[in-house]
């Protein structure tokens, strides 16, 4: 009888706590639905790793935004894919469809993969610290530090305490424990120096002793430290002029231009409109088409020369994003210098859709004058540059390119934008010298 209630006993409170568990589990069920149906947050094993990778942005509450009406359903879209839109790109997310940028990431890829140090060079805004940490997230390396440091930004002062680091006492004022500098800290990563270029250059002797020793010696220390880092320079300046001007150290360029990569300026890439798209993809947290975007308000953004290159589109997209009316961008939604762009001007900086007249020069000389003569007209005398380049390599594209700045396909591209018939496309003589009418 004693054991029998004790068992009664037993079976009840499992009941109980059965019971409670459903019940817990039932007002559980409301919570679990209004959770975003995205992935989690992918974040990188490594902790020792500088920035945390957010949550997909595509895959965001979409299905409570399709439920609302369309305004609302945007702005909760936009806000939720704004939060969570990742800070960087895939590496094979950074070339939307242009060739040349293809080839240049997949050069990028070969040299990381032998740990050849990596020199970025390109106009402000072309995406050059983007591509620095896609290039160590591709990288064997991707589990430690990819440290990024401005070399334009530190204060000369405290650049070397930055940099290598300093010893407990090593100065007054002086972290008690010391501190570890950004090499130290990238030790088993991948070190960006961004804007190499505006590196003192007491920094740049120091610099190139840890590329060449492979140890840093950090303020007050009595022993070299053995570090083993990835290196990826950027800059937006002209390094052999530099070099030339006494400002940056020839040793230094070819320690850390193992590999160059150019990055090509927006104006110049063929993918622009493929951008546009996954920018506002990536701002309205959907797939992004043509009924978004109003077919003038998408020219404009097409022929935009862009100063400002990526980082200018991309403000540009989220400001219209943020104020465009109805789900769909117009041309009232841009920017004031997008709206004032005309037509006309349009015309003048992407000529894709003017024909010209073409004769060819009657003489060299004829060619030279022109070259010394300024029209005036963007459209004719860009075309009169590439002309004379081609003119100047005997129509060899690869020559011609080369002198121009510019790889091959965008220079094809280019003949195609100016109308300028090729010999391998017009069966023209070997080396004809044209020029607009
Ligand atoms: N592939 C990309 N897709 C979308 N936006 C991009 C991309 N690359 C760059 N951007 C935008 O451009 C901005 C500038 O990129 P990044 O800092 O890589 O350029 P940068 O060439 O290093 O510029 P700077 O020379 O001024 O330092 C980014 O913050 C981002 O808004």
């Known amino acids: 009888m004693y054991w029998k209630s004790w068992d009664c006993l037993a079976i009840l409170c499992r009941r109980r706590a059965i019971a409670t568990c459903l019940r817990a589990a039932h007002s559980a069920i409301p919570r679990i639905k209004s959770l975003p149906r995205g992935k989690p947050a992918r974040q990188k094993s490594s902790p020792r790793q500088e920035t945390i990778m957010p949550t997909t942005p595509v895959e965001q509450p979409l299905a409570e935004a399709e439920a609302d009406s369309d305004v609302r359903t945007s702005t909760a879209a936009r806000s939720a894919s704004s939060r969570h839109a990742p800070r960087y790109r895939d590496i094979d997310q950074l070339a939307a469809g242009d060739a040349c940028m293809h080839d240049l990431i997949e050069r990028g ?24 940490r896609a290039l160590h997230d591709y990288s064997a390396r991707r589990r430690a530090s990819w440290i990024a440091v401005n070399c334009a930004s530190i204060p000369e002062s405290l650049a070397e305490s930055e940099l290598f680091g300093y010893c407990k006492g090593a100065f007054s004022g002086a ?16 070190l960006f120096l961004d804007e190499i270029g505006d590196m003192p250059l007491a920094l740049q002797t120091r610099l190139l002793r840890v590329l060449s020793e492979r140890e840093v010696i950090p303020l007050g220390a009595r022993h070299p430290v053995p570090v083993d880092v990835q290196l990826i320079c950027a800059t937006h300046q002209d390094l052999k002029t530099l070099i030339a001007e006494g400002r940056f150290r020839e040793d230094l360029y070819y320690r850390v231009a193992g590999g160059v990569l150019r ?18 993809t990536e701002e309205l947290g959907r797939p992004a088409d043509d009924s978004v975007i109003e077919a003038a308000a998408l020219q404009r953004l097409l022929a935009y020369p862009w100063p400002g290159n990526l980082r200018q589109m991309h403000a540009v997209i989220r400001y219209s994003c943020a104020v465009m009316n109805g789900g769909r961008i117009e041309v009232r939604d841009l920017p004031e210098e997008l709206m004032q762009f005309q037509p006309a001007t349009l015309a003048e900086v992407h000529p894709i859709t003017r024909t010209a007249q073409i004769r060819p020069f009657t003489s060299r000389a004829e060619g030279e004058a022109g070259r010394e003569r300024s029209s005036g007209d963007p459209y004719r005398d860009e075309r009169t540059r590439v002309i004379d380049a081609l003119n100047g390599s005997r129509w060899n594209i690869s020559a011609a390119s080369r002198q121009l700045g510019m790889c091959r396909a965008s220079l094809y591209r280019k003949l195609r934008q100016l109308d300028i018939p090729h010999v391998r496309d017009q069966a023209m003589p070997a080396y004809p010298a044209y020029a607009v009418a």
């Open 175 to 190: 972290l008690p424990g010391g501190m570890k500098g950004k090499v130290q800290q990238a030790d088993g990563g991948t």
């Open 263 to 280: 990055l090509p300026a927006l104006r110049e890439r063929s993918d622009r409109r493929r951008l546009v798209m996954q920018m506002i």
């Open 109 to 132: 890829k070969r040299l990381i993969d032998r740990g050849i140090p990596v020199l970025i060079l390109g106009e402000t805004g072309t995406g050059k610290e983007y591509l620095s």
